[in-house]
């Protein structure tokens, strides 16, 4: 199987999680942070999260093969 450019979803808030999406914009697989840091609704950089989807993809060892990083933050607003 031939390893694709990726990307590297992030949830920065409420119930911080990370994903992989293909290239054609399918979710091959995702973690919230709480699983592995065992922390209620954890808010922040989902650090073992990211380490996880990367490790089980192969991408680990391939980190330039993750073309985009896109981040999402529930908490901001443009309400001023």
Known sequence: ???????LGLNLSHNSSAALLDDSGKVSMA????????IKNHIGIPLQAIQEVLKISDY?????????Y???DEDSSDDE
Request: net charge negative; aromatic share 0%.
């Open 1 to 7: 199987e031939d390893i694709t450019n990726v990307i």
């Open 31 to 38: 973690i919230e942070e709480e699983r592995l840091s065992r």
């Open 60 to 68: 680990k060892d391939n980190p330039e093969l993750i073309d985009k």
């Open 70 to 72: 896109l981040g999402i």
